[in-house]
């Protein structure tokens, strides 16, 4: 976390501002790993490893939360890989060296300021992605014939620019106006709500506050592994999120995955947005930032779920990790011609992808195999996952290698 936070845009939803302004204040401020900070967990997905093709070594394709600190570190990771950076906010990425960075959404407008403020970095390709896009959707999926007990999700910390206090305030708007409301608040943290920061404790007094009925509304549930998300989601009838400003979101993404439509304030990232949708027509609905007009729209939602086609709309050129692959290798296409193969020739790709890693594309990207290093954390797994990519390419799959 560096740089000056934003901390107006969290409950104004009109900035009195020129948008240049704007895109300064958003891109001050980044939780990206930079090389003068300490350790961390850095967080990395290999999206397409690196691979020898017609007798040269072709570069794979990295999504990292630390580039700059990544290539300090580790400085043979550019000869295996291209490294695409994210801000894990809605700012764009600080790093000078990554060869991509994550944009969030298609905003031409923004773009073209960034290259007009920072020509420097005009090699850098800028992908309208971010990691929130790379969720297994394979992983996680709707699961049939699970009663739904509860009306809403929410998967969210305990942070202030979550607006919480807004949302028990539009459930108890809701109460007053329709009758009971169930909200399933999910900790994106891993703390149990026991032992909560005092600023997260103050937060949740807020929103009892908020709510004369918070304890019969909210059910708190504590931090989940991805591979129980699917069963958490599925007791709901849809999910809602009430940010006005964050980075592009996991929790959107998984809640379309399992097939739940979204109620969420129009004015999400509006600025990072510019006219780019939030989400497919059909994958749900949002409100003002005012308390009533988002109480009923979340009435309307839980009485129309039928017309809604999250899962559905959400695969279909939205997002998805085919769809962000396929963009991803087009975007770097004018620097690699390869990748263009890639996509236009499955069969060669997974011919040479299986001499290499013993592997086809798509076990891959899916982590179907646990002894894939496609997806590590911190130094000592980013070490072993460059040993593990070097050894494939020169003596082929049986290395070995496993997290």
Not at 36 to 63: A, C, H, Y
Not at 198 to 218: C, G, V, Y
Not at 323 to 331: D, G, K, Q
Request: with cysteine.
């Amino acid at each position: 976390m560096v740089g000056i936070y934003p901390k107006e845009y969290e409950l104004n939803a009109k900035i009195e501002k020129p948008i240049d302004d704007i895109y300064r204040d958003l891109d001050a401020f980044t939780w990206e790993r930079l090389v003068n900070e300490g350790p961390d967990e850095v967080l990395s997905l290999v999206v397409q490893p690196p691979l020898k093709w017609d007798g040269r070594l072709v570069k794979g394709i990295l999504f990292t939360y630390g580039a700059d600190y990544l290539i300090d570190r580790f400085p043979q990771i550019q000869e295996l890989f291209r490294l695409v950076v994210t801000s894990r906010w809605c700012s764009l990425p600080w790093s000078k060296h990554a060869d991509g960075i994550f944009g969030l959404y298609d905003n031409p407008r923004r773009f073209e300021w960034f290259r007009s403020q920072y020509p420097q970095r005009n090699s850098q390709v800028i992908l309208p992605f971010q990691e929130a896009d790379w969720t297994n959707e394979a992983l996680i999926r709707p699961i049939a014939d699970c009663e739904k007990d509860v009306d809403l999700i929410c998967m969210s910390r305990l942070t202030s620019f979550k607006n919480l206090p807004f949302l028990s305030s539009a459930a108890a708007v809701y109460k007053r106006k329709y009758g009971p409301l169930r909200v399933l608040l999910l900790n994106g943290y891993r703390t149990p709500f026991a032992e909560l920061a005092h600023s997260e404790q103050q937060i949740l007094k807020s929103m009892r506050q908020a709510n004369p009925w918070f304890d019969e509304t909210f059910e708190l549930h504590e931090f989940v592994e991805w591979g129980q998300l699917s069963k958490v989601f599925s007791r709901a009838k849809a999910s809602v999120m009430t940010s006005l400003i964050e980075g592009k979101n996991r929790a959107i993404h998984e809640a379309m995955c399992a097939d739940l439509p979204l109620l969420c304030l129009a004015d999400f990232n509006r600025y990072a947005r510019g006219d780019a949708a939030l989400f497919p027509e059909k994958a749900g609905v949002l409100a003002p930032f005012d308390q009533e007009q988002f109480a009923d729209a979340a009435y309307h939602l839980l009485n129309h779920l039928p017309e809604f086609k999250a899962r559905e709309s959400y695969l279909d050129g939205f997002s998805g990790l085919k769809h962000v692959y396929r963009e991803t290798l087009a975007s770097f296409s004018g620097l690699e011609p390869i990748y263009r193969e890639y996509i236009q020739s499955p069969d060669e790709l997974n011919h040479h992808m299986f001499k290499t890693y013993g592997q086809k594309l798509e076990n891959y990207l899916y982590g179907r195999d646990p002894q894939l290093w496609n997806r590590v954390s911190g130094d000592r797994q980013h070490k072993l996952m460059l040993e593990y990519h070097f050894g494939c390419l020169v003596r082929g799959p049986h290395l070995g290698g496993g997290q």
